[in-house]
C-alpha cells in the first residue's frame, strides 16, 4: 500500500486556528479596544494647557500693576477710585475664575496624552512581533513543504523504478508462466492495479504542482505586504522620534516657565514687601494727622470757650456804654464787626475740619483695602508657589516617561528574539490543512486589509482634527495675548491719570495745609488784638467812671 503524503499529530488539536490567531493579528478589535480605553483629546482643554503659563504671567502682571496703583491712590477722590478698584477686582476675579478651569481642562488633556502613549506603544510592539512572527512562520512552512515535494519527488522515481524493475519481472514471468492461466490472471491484476496506483500518483503529482505554483504567488504578494509593513513601521518610529522630541522640548519648556514663575513670585514677594513699608509709612501718617486734628480741635475749644466770654463780656460792656455816652459806641461797632469776622473765620475754620475728619476716614478705608489687597497678594503668592511645584511634578513625569521609553527600546529586541524562540519550537505544521489555512488566511487578509484602510483613514481625520485644533488653539492664543496687550494698556493709562490726579490732591492738601496754618496765625493775631481792645475799652470805662465821680463830687461840693 502507498504511504500518505501528510500524517497531522493527534496530539495537535486546531492548530490552525491557533497559528492563523498568531499570524495575522486582528485590527478591527485592536482599534476597537484603543477607541473604548482611550477617550478622544478635548482641543479646547489642550489649548488650555498651552495658554495657561502666559495668562498666569499676565495675571500677576495685572495684579503687581494693579497693587501698586493702588498704593499711590491714597489721596485721590474716593467715589471714583472706589468704583475703579472694585471694578479691577472683578476682573482679576473672573480672570482667576477662568484659568483655573483652563488649568483642569490641560490637567486632563495632559493626563489623557500619557496614558494613550503606552497603550499606542504596546499595540505598536504587538502588532510589530505578530508580523515578524507569521512571516517567518511562512518561511518556515514554506522550506518544509519544498522539502516534503522533493522527498515526494523522490519516492515518486523510486516507484517509477520499482514499476520497471516490475514489469521486466513480469515480462520474465510471462515467459515463465505461460503455461499456467492462473499464473496469468494474477499477473494481469497486479498490473491493473499497479497502473491505478500510478495514475492517483500522478494526478497527486499535477495538485502539488498547481499547489506550489498557488504558494508561489501568495509568497509574492505576502513579500509585497511585508514591504508595505516594514514601511509603515519606519513611519511609526519616526512619529514616536517626533513625539519624543516634542517631550523634550515640553519639558524644557516647562522648565523655563517654572524659573520665570520663581522670578515672578520673588519679584512679588519684593513688592509686598515694598508695599508693606509703604503701608507702615502711611500709618504713620494718618496717626500723626489724627493726633494734629485732635490738637486743633482742642485748640477750637478753647477759643470758641474765650470767644463766649468775650462776647458775653462785650455785650455787658456795650450796655453800660449805651447808657453813659455815644463815643463808645463807635468803637463798640468796630468791635462787633471784628467779632462778626471772627465768628466767620470760625466757621469757615469748622467747615475745614470737617472736610479734613471726612479725608481722614477716606485714608483709613484706603489702608484698610490696601491691606486687603496685600492678602490677596500673599494669595497669590501661595497659588503660583503651587503652580510651580505642580510644573516640577510634571518635568519629572516627562522624564520618567523618557527613560520608560528608552528601556523598552533597548528590551524590545530581546522579547522579540524569545517569542520567535518559542513560537519555532512551536512550530509542526500539517500539509492536508494547509490548504484550509491559506484559504482562510486569505479571506482573512482581506478582511485585514479592508479594516486597516478604515483605520487609517480613521487616523488620518484624527490627525486633520488635531492639526485643525492647533490652529485653532493658536488663533486663540494670539487673540487672548492681543486682549491682555490692549487692556495692560489701558491699564498703564488709567494709572497715569490716577497719578496725575494724586498729584493734584497732594498739591490741594499741601495748599490746604498752608491755609490752616495761615489762619491759625491769623486767628491768634485776632484774638490778641480784641485782648488788647478790651483793655482799652476797660481802661476807658475806669477813665468814665472816674470823670463821672469827679463830676458828682464837684457837683455836692459846689451845690451842697
Given at each position: 500500500?502507498?504511504?500518505?503524503?501528510?500524517?497531522?499529530?493527534?496530539?495537535d488539536?486546531?492548530?490552525?486556528?491557533?497559528?492563523g490567531?498568531?499570524?495575522?493579528?486582528?485590527?478591527?478589535?485592536f482599534?476597537a479596544c484603543?477607541?473604548?480605553?482611550?477617550?478622544?483629546?478635548?482641543?479646547?482643554?489642550?489649548?488650555?494647557?498651552?495658554d495657561k503659563?502666559?495668562?498666569?504671567?499676565n495675571?500677576?502682571?495685572?495684579?503687581?500693576s494693579?497693587?501698586?496703583?493702588?498704593?499711590?491712590?491714597?489721596?485721590?477722590?474716593?467715589?471714583?477710585s472706589?468704583n475703579?478698584?472694585?471694578?479691577?477686582k472683578?476682573?482679576?476675579?473672573?480672570?482667576?475664575?477662568?484659568?483655573?478651569?483652563?488649568?483642569e481642562?490641560a490637567?486632563?488633556?495632559?493626563n489623557?496624552?500619557?496614558?494613550?502613549i503606552?497603550?499606542?506603544?504596546?499595540?505598536?510592539?504587538?502588532?510589530?512581533?505578530?508580523?515578524?512572527s507569521?512571516?517567518?512562520?511562512l518561511?518556515?512552512?514554506?522550506?518544509?513543504?519544498e522539502?516534503?515535494?522533493?522527498?515526494?519527488?523522490?519516492?515518486?522515481l523510486?516507484?517509477?523504478?520499482?514499476?520497471?524493475e516490475?514489469?521486466?519481472?513480469?515480462?520474465?514471468e510471462?515467459a515463465?508462466?505461460?503455461?499456467?492461466?492462473?499464473?496469468s490472471?494474477?499477473?494481469k491484476?497486479?498490473?491493473?492495479?499497479?497502473?491505478?496506483q500510478?495514475?492517483?500518483k500522478?494526478?497527486?503529482?499535477?495538485?502539488?504542482?498547481?499547489?506550489?505554483?498557488?504558494?508561489?504567488?501568495?509568497?509574492?504578494?505576502?513579500?509585497?505586504q511585508?514591504?508595505?509593513?516594514?514601511?509603515?513601521?519606519?513611519?511609526?518610529k519616526?512619529?514616536?522620534?517626533?513625539?519624543?522630541?516634542?517631550?523634550?522640548?515640553?519639558?524644557?519648556?516647562?522648565?523655563?516657565?517654572?524659573?520665570?514663575?520663581?522670578?515672578?513670585?520673588?519679584?512679588?514677594?519684593?513688592?509686598?514687601?515694598?508695599?508693606?513699608?509703604r503701608?507702615?509709612?502711611a500709618?504713620?501718617?494718618?496717626?500723626?494727622?489724627?493726633?494734629?486734628?485732635?490738637k486743633?480741635?482742642?485748640?477750637k475749644t478753647?477759643?470758641e470757650?474765650?470767644?463766649e466770654?468775650?462776647?458775653?463780656?462785650?455785650m455787658?460792656?456795650?450796655?453800660?456804654?449805651?447808657?453813659?455816652?455815644?463815643?463808645?459806641?463807635?468803637?463798640?461797632k468796630?468791635?462787633?464787626?471784628k467779632l462778626?469776622?471772627?465768628?466767620?473765620?470760625?466757621e469757615?475754620?469748622?467747615?475745614?475740619?470737617?472736610?479734613?475728619?471726612i479725608?481722614?476716614a477716606?485714608?483709613?478705608?484706603?489702608?484698610?483695602?490696601?491691606?486687603n489687597?496685600?492678602?490677596?497678594?500673599?494669595d497669590v503668592?501661595?497659588?503660583?508657589?503651587?503652580?510651580?511645584?505642580?510644573?516640577?511634578?510634571?518635568?519629572?513625569?516627562?522624564?520618567s516617561?523618557?527613560k520608560?521609553?528608552?528601556?523598552?527600546?533597548?528590551?524590545?529586541?530581546?522579547s522579540?528574539?524569545?517569542?520567535?524562540k518559542?513560537?519555532?519550537?512551536?512550530?509542526?505544521?500539517?500539509?492536508?490543512k494547509?490548504?484550509?489555512?491559506v484559504?482562510?488566511?486569505?479571506?482573512?487578509?482581506k478582511?485585514n486589509k479592508f479594516k486597516?484602510?478604515?483605520?487609517?483613514?480613521?487616523?488620518?481625520?484624527?490627525a486633520?482634527?488635531?492639526?485643525?485644533?492647533?490652529?485653532?488653539?493658536?488663533?486663540?492664543?494670539?487673540?487672548?495675548?492681543?486682549?491682555?496687550?490692549?487692556r495692560?494698556?489701558?491699564?498703564?493709562?488709567k494709572?497715569?491719570?490716577?497719578?496725575?490726579?494724586l498729584?493734584k490732591?497732594?498739591?490741594e492738601?499741601n495748599?490746604?495745609?498752608?491755609?490752616?496754618?495761615?489762619?491759625?496765625q491769623h486767628?491768634?493775631?485776632?484774638l490778641?488784638e480784641?485782648?488788647?481792645?478790651l483793655?482799652?475799652t476797660?481802661?476807658?470805662n475806669?477813665?468814665?467812671?472816674?470823670?463821672?465821680?469827679?463830676?458828682?463830687?464837684?457837683?455836692?461840693?459846689?451845690?451842697?
Open positions: 500500500m502507498p504511504v500518505p503524503l501528510f500524517q497531522p499529530e493527534k496530539s488539536p486546531s492548530c490552525f486556528k491557533n497559528q490567531q498568531t499570524f495575522h493579528p486582528d485590527f478591527f478589535q482599534s484603543l477607541e473604548k480605553e482611550l477617550p478622544a483629546p478635548d482641543p479646547d482643554s489642550f489649548i488650555g494647557f498651552m503659563p502666559e495668562k498666569h504671567e495675571l500677576s502682571e495685572e495684579l503687581s494693579h497693587h501698586s496703583s493702588k498704593t499711590q491712590e491714597n489721596h485721590q477722590p474716593w467715589s471714583s472706589e475703579e478698584v472694585n471694578w479691577l472683578q476682573d482679576a476675579l473672573n480672570e482667576e475664575t477662568e484659568l483655573e478651569k483652563k488649568l481642562e490637567e486632563l488633556a495632559a489623557s496624552v500619557v496614558s494613550l503606552p497603550l499606542f506603544k504596546d499595540s505598536l510592539a504587538g502588532f510589530n512581533e505578530n508580523m515578524s507569521s512571516v517567518e512562520i518561511m518556515a512552512k514554506l522550506a518544509d513543504n522539502s516534503e515535494n522533493n522527498a515526494l519527488k523522490k519516492k515518486v523510486e516507484k517509477e523504478d520499482y514499476i520497471q516490475l514489469s521486466s519481472f513480469i515480462q520474465k510471462k515463465n508462466t505461460l503455461k499456467t492461466s492462473q499464473l490472471h494474477s499477473v491484476s497486479v498490473q491493473s492495479h499497479l497502473q491505478l500510478i495514475q492517483k500522478e494526478a497527486e503529482n499535477d495538485q502539488l504542482k498547481s499547489h506550489i505554483k498557488s504558494l508561489k504567488a501568495k509568497i509574492v504578494e505576502w513579500k509585497l511585508l514591504k508595505t509593513y516594514e514601511q509603515q513601521l519606519v513611519t511609526l519616526q512619529t514616536n522620534e517626533q513625539k519624543k522630541i516634542a517631550l523634550k522640548k515640553a519639558t524644557k519648556v516647562c522648565k523655563e516657565r517654572a524659573d520665570s514663575y520663581m522670578a515672578s513670585i520673588e519679584g512679588l514677594t519684593s513688592q509686598i514687601t515694598d508695599r508693606e513699608a503701608l507702615s509709612e500709618l504713620s501718617a494718618s496717626l500723626a494727622w489724627k493726633s494734629h486734628y485732635e486743633a480741635v482742642e485748640e478753647d477759643l470757650v474765650q470767644v466770654t468775650l462776647k458775653k463780656k462785650i455787658n460792656l456795650l450796655e453800660e456804654q449805651n447808657k453813659k455816652e455815644d463815643p463808645g459806641r463807635n468803637s463798640s468796630d468791635f462787633l464787626k462778626h469776622s471772627s465768628e466767620l473765620e470760625n469757615n475754620i469748622l467747615l475745614e475740619n470737617e472736610k479734613l475728619k479725608m481722614l477716606a485714608l483709613e478705608e484706603k489702608v484698610i483695602s490696601v491691606e489687597e496685600r492678602l490677596e497678594l500673599q503668592e501661595k497659588k503660583q508657589k503651587a503652580l510651580v511645584e505642580v510644573y516640577k511634578a510634571q518635568i519629572d513625569d516627562n522624564q516617561l523618557l520608560t521609553f528608552s528601556l523598552e527600546e533597548e528590551n524590545s529586541p530581546k522579540k528574539c524569545e517569542n520567535l518559542q513560537k519555532l519550537e512551536m512550530m509542526d505544521a500539517e500539509n492536508e494547509l490548504e484550509r489555512k484559504a482562510s488566511q486569505e479571506e482573512y487578509l478582511k486597516f484602510k478604515e483605520k487609517s483613514a480613521e487616523y488620518n481625520a484624527l486633520r482634527q488635531l492639526e485643525v485644533a492647533l490652529e485653532e488653539g493658536k488663533q486663540k492664543v494670539s487673540e487672548e495675548i492681543e486682549k491682555m496687550t490692549s495692560e494698556q489701558a491699564l498703564q493709562i494709572i497715569l491719570d490716577l497719578e496725575s490726579e498729584r490732591k497732594n498739591e492738601q495748599q490746604l495745609v498752608s491755609i490752616f496754618s495761615t489762619r491759625e486767628q491768634e493775631i485776632c490778641k480784641i485782648q488788647h481792645n483793655e482799652k476797660e481802661n476807658q475806669d477813665g468814665i467812671l472816674n470823670y463821672v465821680q469827679f463830676l458828682k463830687n464837684s457837683y455836692v461840693s459846689i451845690f451842697g
